[in-house]
């Protein structure tokens, strides 16, 4: 089976654009930036959560903490996924205890990511909330978890994947494709 590209649904442009919304609302349901700890999920969210820590910087003038989660012990699929799994450094710069936990991906899927990523937390501390930002929500949910803050919402179909690039992951432009999974 191979991917093949479909469609191009944002560019680097929207991406931005999406980023200093997502901002804005993170510090329009918080009330600021007190308490605030963006975390991260190891790959593609520490880019969007390091540019959403850039935008806040720009709007409110504050610097807000930024911690990168590795979730590989705790996945659900973890046997199926490698023989030897990668695990990589969780780097939290304070205790997530009474914070603000905004938690960021790239793409929200089935929510097991994210419910991964919400067991590692806990094991950190407790945390007053955890919010969820994510560049796109595809649907699809196979857990019963929600975004808090939405770039863009991609219906998609179960042949169809999404491909977020990030410069600082991909070393290419920032942009966004649907992706469609075909037989060979």
Same mark, same amino acid.
């Given at each position: 089976?191979?991917?093949?590209?479909?469609?191009?649904?944002?560019?680097?442009?929207?991406?931005?654009?999406?980023?200093?919304?997502?901002?804005?609302?993170?510090?329009?349901?918080?009330?600021? !930036?007190?308490?605030?700890l963006?975390?991260? =999920?190891?790959r593609? %969210?520490? *880019?969007? +959560?390091?540019? &959403?820590?850039?935008? @806040?910087?720009?709007?409110?003038?504050?610097?807000?903490?930024l911690?990168?989660?590795d979730?590989?012990?705790?996945?659900?699929d973890?046997?199926?996924?490698?023989?030897q799994?990668?695990?990589h450094?969780?780097?939290?710069?304070?205790?997530?205890?009474?914070?603000?936990?905004?938690?960021?991906?790239?793409?929200?899927?089935?929510?097991? !990511?994210?419910?991964?990523?919400?067991?590692? =937390?806990?094991?950190? %501390?407790? *945390?007053? +909330?955890?919010? &969820?930002a994510?560049? @796109?929500?595809?649907?699809?949910?196979?857990?019963p978890?929600?975004?808090?803050?939405?770039?863009?919402?991609?219906?998609?179909?179960?042949?169809?994947?999404?491909?977020?690039?990030?410069?600082?992951?991909?070393?290419?432009?920032?942009k966004?494709?649907?992706v469609?999974?075909?037989?060979?």
């Amino acid at each position: 089976m191979t991917l093949q590209p479909k469609a191009q649904i944002m560019d680097k442009e929207a991406v931005d654009r999406a980023v200093r919304r997502i901002a804005h609302e993170i510090l329009e349901k918080n009330k600021g !930036t007190d308490g605030l700890l963006l975390i991260g =999920i190891r790959r593609r %969210g520490v *880019p969007l +959560a390091e540019r &959403l820590r850039a935008s @806040i910087r720009e709007i409110e003038g504050a610097e807000v903490p930024l911690g990168v989660l590795d979730i590989t012990l705790y996945r659900d699929d973890l046997t199926t996924r490698s023989d030897q799994p990668q695990v990589h450094r969780t780097e939290i710069p304070e205790s997530v205890k009474g914070k603000k936990v905004i938690l960021c991906d790239d793409v929200l899927y089935t929510g097991r !990511t994210v419910r991964a990523a919400m067991d590692a =937390i806990m094991d950190l %501390g407790r *945390p007053k +909330a955890i919010q &969820l930002a994510v560049l @796109i929500d595809r649907g699809h949910r196979e857990l019963p978890i929600r975004a808090d803050y939405v770039g863009k919402n991609v219906p998609t179909s179960s042949r169809e994947v999404i491909e977020v690039k990030f410069r600082e992951t991909d070393q290419t432009e920032d942009k966004v494709l649907i992706v469609e999974k075909v037989e060979e």
